[in-house]
T-cell receptor, first 115, second 109 residues
């Protein structure tokens, strides 16, 4: 059981370049989300999705785009990378059930450096 | 806005000690509470999930409790081992998960 899979694990970009971080889950989870983790800032929510075709902004959405065309995949796009986007990015998913249910599962992270 | 704090920020104990990690939140309208472990350079591993109708959960040497009325959760680790060294994060699920800053634990042999 693969769980939540993120690719790539490491990436170096130059300022202004674009790229997509991939996230896939094989647990048929309706809810998927992207976080960034920075020293001293903790984990902050970028975007999330409660099902295919539905996305919404989190706490720090600027500079990032998402789409959800299938239940399994939730890619995160950086359209024009900036040094401030240097971070470790985590994808997470959970079953969307009644309130108070749903354990959150994380991928192993993608470490992005923007020069 | 939900805010989550964790005390202490860092903790160093000798092997074999029982220890308590604390997590506090400001908004009582939470549903799930989840504790995670993060090893350096790794992702987050789920340790315990307390659902809204529960007050505590146990897994092996770990016990987590939730008191919504006081806005607190506690993670108890019994008979600590060097392999327990990691950062422990709590997270509250309201509309979305909100994470605490973590407690960095070192268990010395």
């Amino acid at each position: 059981n693969a769980g939540v899979t993120q690719t790539p694990k490491f990436q170096v970009l130059k300022t202004g370049q674009s790229m997509t971080l991939q996230c896939a889950q094989d647990m048929n989870h309706e809810y998927m989300s992207w976080y960034r983790q920075d020293p001293g800032m903790g984990l902050r929510l970028i975007h999330y999705s409660v099902g295919a075709g539905i996305t919404d902004q989190g706490e720090v959405p600027n500079g990032y785009n998402v789409s959800r065309s299938t239940t399994e995949d939730f890619p995160l796009r950086l359209l024009s990378a900036a040094p401030s986007q240097t971070s470790v990015y985590f994808c997470a998913s959970k079953r969307r059930g009644p309130r108070g249910t749903g354990e959150l599962f994380f991928g192993e992270g993608s470490r992005l450096t923007v020069l | 806005k939900q805010e989550v704090t964790q005390i202490p920020a860092a903790l160093s104990v000798p092997e074999g000690e029982n220890l308590v990690l604390n997590c506090s939140f400001t908004d009582s309208a939470i549903y799930n509470l989840q504790w995670f472990r993060q090893d350096p350079g790794k992702g987050l591993t789920s340790l315990l999930l307390i659902q809204s109708s529960q007050r505590e959960q146990t897994s092996g040497r770990l016990n987590a409790s939730l008191d919504k009325s006081s806005g607190r959760s506690t993670l108890y680790i019994a008979a600590s081992q060097p392999g327990d060294s990691a950062t422990y994060l709590c997270a509250f699920d309201g509309q979305n998960f909100v994470f605490g800053p973590g407690t960095r634990l070192s268990v010395l042999p």
